[in-house]
């Protein structure tokens, strides 16, 4: 059994940065996937990034490349997104995701553990 726990979310000025954390407790290894996913309001959730836990690989949808990092600390058991210039459309609840087996995928249904989310509110 995994358990995710995401903090780090808040309100935040267009243009301003946030880091978000994921702290896992339970089981990862490095064939495993970690990946941030968001969901607005009336929106499909979609992945954000991805990051391979032995490996270190990484995945960003178009939307935020350049601008989010994901990174993670195996000896902590925690990934990160860091979020920076940051847009209104930025605006979702952010989910922290384990995924099955060794699945590299930015499907919602290849990832079996998940968080319960933190809101992420970019406004003037």
């Known amino acids: 059994q995994v358990q995710l726990v995401e903090s780090g979310g808040g309100l935040v000025q267009p243009g301003g940065s946030l880091r978000l954390s994921c702290a896992a407790s339970?089981?990862?290894?490095?064939?495993?996937?970690m990946a941030w996913f968001r969901q607005a309001p009336g929106k499909e959730r979609e992945a954000v990034a991805l990051?391979?836990?032995?490996?270190?690989?990484?995945y960003y949808v178009d939307s935020v490349k350049g601008r989010f990092t994901i990174s993670r600390d195996n000896g902590k058991n925690t990934v990160y997104l860091q979020m920076n210039s940051l847009k209104p459309e930025d605006t979702a609840v952010y989910y922290c995701?384990?995924?099955?087996?060794?699945?590299?995928?930015?499907?919602?249904?290849?990832?079996?553990?998940w968080g319960q989310g933190t809101q992420v509110t970019v406004s003037s």
């Open positions: 995701a384990r995924s099955y087996g060794s699945s590299w995928s930015t499907r919602p249904s290849d990832y079996r553990y």
């Open positions: 339970g089981s990862i290894f490095s064939s495993h996937s």
């Open positions: 990051i391979r836990w032995g490996a270190g690989s990484t």
